[in-house]
């Protein structure tokens, strides 16, 4: 039982930069594929990035390739997302997920994943 805790959203302008962190709990972290999705207001939830447990490939939206970078440190049980030159598009409450351990499927759809963070809020101003 994988349990997610996220942390490292805020406030902040347009071109800036923020990270966000996710704590997993559980036992084998590097056996989970680890991803983070975001939901705005009145949107549905979108993937983001994530990272597979086979080699820690990243994938990345379209939206973000290029401003963020997903990276995972099994030795602290930790995923983290650096977001760099933020949008106010980027605005949203930013979940962390991981799938069952050993999942081969598509980590770019969240029905790929059981287990899911709170979430923290970013917010983006002009």
């Known amino acids: 039982q994988e349990h997610l805790v996220e942390s490292g959203g805020g406030l902040v302008q347009a071109g800036n930069s923020l990270r966000l962190f996710c704590a997993a709990s559980?036992?084998?972290?590097?056996?989970?594929?680890m991803g983070w999705f975001r939901q705005a207001p009145g949107k549905e939830r979108e993937f983001v990035a994530a990272?597979?447990?086979?080699?820690?490939?990243?994938s990345y939206a379209d939206s973000v390739k290029g401003r963020f970078t997903i990276s995972s440190n099994s030795a602290t049980n930790t995923v983290t997302l650096q977001m760099n030159n933020l949008k106010p598009e980027d605005t949203a409450v930013y979940y962390c997920?991981?799938?069952?351990?050993?999942?081969?499927?598509?980590?770019?759809?969240?029905?790929?994943?059981?287990?899911w963070g709170q979430g923290t809020q970013v917010t983006v101003t002009p």
């Open positions: 997920a991981s799938t069952e351990p050993f999942y081969k499927g598509s980590l770019e759809t969240a029905m790929s994943y059981k287990f």
């Open positions: 559980g036992r084998t972290f590097s056996i989970y594929n």
């Open positions: 990272i597979n447990w086979i080699g820690g490939i990243a």
